[in-house]
């Protein structure tokens, strides 16, 4: 009998696979919204457990399971947590995901891994996607809202996704975090520290928010009027500046008006936006929407994530890890009991 053979993957040998190549993150990541658009996934909404309740969760965790068809077909989920406490503490991180892979013809996992960087990379690679086919050819200056961990990542997604651009201005409220950011791509890129996100969007061609917030912070006249605006997280943009773009994309209309609390969940129910008012990131993958059609347009993306661009990465990470000879082998079973 065929044993249930697991690689076990910590964070160290998922980056040691990888994981920190932007451009090839950005690769998997337009791949799959292609597969997504050809019906060759499957994806469920995610399940949201919010504690003490989903509306002021001070934790949650989150199920993400998905199938990816194709060549290389595989099962599983991300399991995504975070926690306020932890931020409150130094050596704790925020956010602490797991992925799961399976066969999906026989069901036996073959890959457990850290997730926490992989949702750092995916998170970015997808904003990358959007800024692709939507931002400015020409664009110079991109502000970027948060200088958490997905705001390293998106530096480096938008310099790999945008060529053009020649600054990058990190934003965060605690200018020492936006200050020790700029500093780590010093040398590499132009990133200049900023606490003022009025400031900072300013004259910005591309504006990505990644940010905690829990409430639109940012209106309309912050804004470029050709500007491509991105969207990662429930709340940033206000109602009217989402109204007012000439595209919207989305990764995922079903998912993000199922979230309660999500901006499009509130504005869907209170019938300011229907699903004929958006296009989707797989439709841009595909080639079924052009994207930006010229430089006068004002361009919305928003993503919440979804579990089958981390199975991808985490896909090709694991076969990387597999020729690399990385990480530690599990079984589930020895001899199955009542099969």
């Known amino acids: 009998m065929k044993k249930s053979e697991i690689l076990f993957l910590k964070q160290e ?28 996934i499957i994806q469920p909404n995610k399940i949201f457990l919010g504690i003490p309740d989903n509306e002021n969760w001070e934790s949650y965790g989150m199920s993400m399971p998905a199938y990816i068809g194709g060549e290389n077909p595989v099962i599983g989920f991300k399991w995504a947590a975070e926690s306020v406490y932890n931020s409150t ?11 799961l892979l399976s066969d999906p013809k026989t069901m036996y996992p073959k890959a457990i891994m850290d997730g926490t960087i992989i949702t750092a990379m995916r ?24 200088a958490g961990v997905i705001g390293r990542t998106m530096i480096m997604a938008m ?24 500093k780590e791509f010093e040398g590499k890129y132009h990133v200049v520290p900023y606490s003022d996100a009025k400031a900072a969007c300013d004259g ?16 309309k006249d912050w804004l470029k009027k050709n500007a491509t605006i991105i969207q990662m997280e429930a709340h940033s943009y206000e109602k009217d500046v989402i109204c007012s773009a000439d595209h919207i994309f989305l990764d995922s209309w079903d998912q993000m008006i199922h979230l309660p609390g999500h901006v499009f969940q509130i504005m869907h129910d209170d019938g300011m936006i229907s699903r004929d008012q958006i ?3 797989h439709d841009l993958a595909t080639g079924t929407a052009k994207g930006r059609e010229n430089d006068d ?3 919305f993306c ?17 076969h990387n890890a597999l020729e690399m000879g990385l990480g530690t082998k599990l079984v589930q079973w020895d001899n199955p009991l009542w099969i």
């Not at 503490?89 to 992925?99: A, E, F, K, S, T």
């Not at 310099?159 to 700029?182: H, N, Q, T, Y």
């Not at 910005?204 to 209106?219: H, M, N, Q, W």
């Not at 919440?304 to 991808?312: A, F, I, P, R, S």
């Open 302 to 318: 928003g993503s919440y994530g979804m579990g089958c661009l981390d199975l991808t990465i985490a896909d090709k990470l694991y």
């Open 123 to 146: 998170t970015s690679a997808t904003a990358g996607v959007c800024a692709k086919y939507t931002a400015r050819k020409d664009s110079k200056v991109a502000a970027l809202i948060g």
């Open 159 to 182: 310099m790999e996704a945008v060529p053009s651009l020649e600054e990058i201005r990190i934003v965060d409220l605690d200018l020492a975090k936006a200050e020790a950011m700029a």
């Open 279 to 281: 296009m989707h990131v």
């Open 297 to 299: 347009e004002f361009v």
């Open 13 to 40: 040998e998922v980056i040691a696979a990888g994981l920190l190549d932007m451009k090839q993150a950005i690769e998997v990541a337009e791949y799959t919204f292609k597969l997504l658009g050809e019906g060759k």
């Open 204 to 219: 910005a061609d591309l504006v990505v928010t990644e940010t905690t917030s829990r409430k639109e912070f940012i209106p």
């Open 89 to 99: 503490q130094p050596d704790m991180p925020y956010g602490l995901d797991m992925v």
